[in-house]
């Protein structure tokens, strides 16, 4: 059973940092991607950022320049690293992991307010 566990979010006003941790039961080397999504209040779930097993990441274009996502493997933990934070940022993230299946952590409330 894998376990992705989020950590990180909370209320930071806009142009604030915040960093989501995602903890995996287990090694994260037997995923071939891992990431986070976001989804705001009433809208669908949308990609932030993947990184794959060999490190390569991807963004989407409207956190491209203020977000960075990272690997711990020998802590088993990917990281969302979110600088100059707006209002439009706020949702609840979740961490992806895939290999066979998709794996979701349950998710981390960030809200960029003032």
């Known amino acids: 059973q894998v376990q992705l566990v989020e950590s990180g979010g909370g209320l930071v006003q806009p142009g604030g940092s915040l960093r989501l941790s995602c903890a995996a039961s287990?090694?994260?080397?037997?995923?071939?991607?891992m990431g986070w999504y976001r989804q705001a209040p009433e809208k669908q779930r949308d990609l932030v950022a993947t990184?794959?097993?060999?490190?390569?990441?991807r963004y989407a274009d409207s956190v491209k320049g203020r977000f960075t996502i990272s690997r711990d493997n020998a802590k088993n933990t990917v990281y969302l690293q979110m600088n100059s934070l707006k209002p439009e940022d706020t949702a609840v993230y979740y961490c992806?992991?895939?290999?066979?299946?998709?794996?979701w952590g349950q998710g981390t409330q960030v809200t960029v307010s003032s």
């Open positions: 990184i794959i097993s060999g490190g390569g990441a």
């Open positions: 992806y992991a895939a290999h066979t299946q998709p794996y």
């Open positions: 287990g090694s994260i080397l037997r995923f071939n991607v």
